[in-house]
């Protein structure tokens, strides 16, 4: 089974910067992408970004889009986020997931089958 990994969160500033990093074992030929979504109190996961991973194409949700990067790492083998001109609405649970399959959407959950358990940002003003 695949295995995600969170790391990098903490706290930072407003207009700061984080990087997060996603450590990926376990993958397979059949993997196709690899993709961030955050989670804060009281709303729903929504997703921020999406790399495929042969080719390494990103796409980003509008409001980290400038913003936000998404990355791999193939000597660390992690799929990483870095974060720039930080905003506290910003601030949430950061979960990196793995697609296994063609087919889905990038921006919704169900197109994603592996999850890690996530890693707390938080961003003050």
């Known amino acids: 089974q695949v295995q995600l990994a969170e790391s990098g969160g903490g706290l930072a500033q407003a207009g700061g910067s984080l990087r997060l990093a996603c450590a990926a074992s376990?993958?397979?030929?059949?993997?196709?992408?690899a993709g961030w979504f955050r989670q804060a109190p009281g709303k729903e996961r929504e997703f921020v970004a999406h790399?495929?991973?042969?080719?390494?194409?990103?796409y980003y949700a509008d409001s980290v889009k400038g913003r936000f990067a998404i990355a791999r790492d193939n000597v660390r083998n992690t799929v990483d986020l870095q974060m720039n001109s930080l905003r506290p609405d910003d601030s949430a649970v950061y979960y990196c997931?793995?697609?296994?399959?063609?087919?889905?959407?990038?921006?919704?959950?169900?197109?994603?089958?592996?999850w890690g358990q996530g890693t707390q940002v938080t961003v003050s003003s």
């Open positions: 376990g993958l397979t030929s059949s993997t196709y992408g």
């Open positions: 790399i495929m991973w042969n080719n390494g194409i990103t």
């Open positions: 997931a793995v697609r296994a399959h063609i087919g889905g959407i990038v921006d919704q959950i169900s197109g994603y089958d592996y």
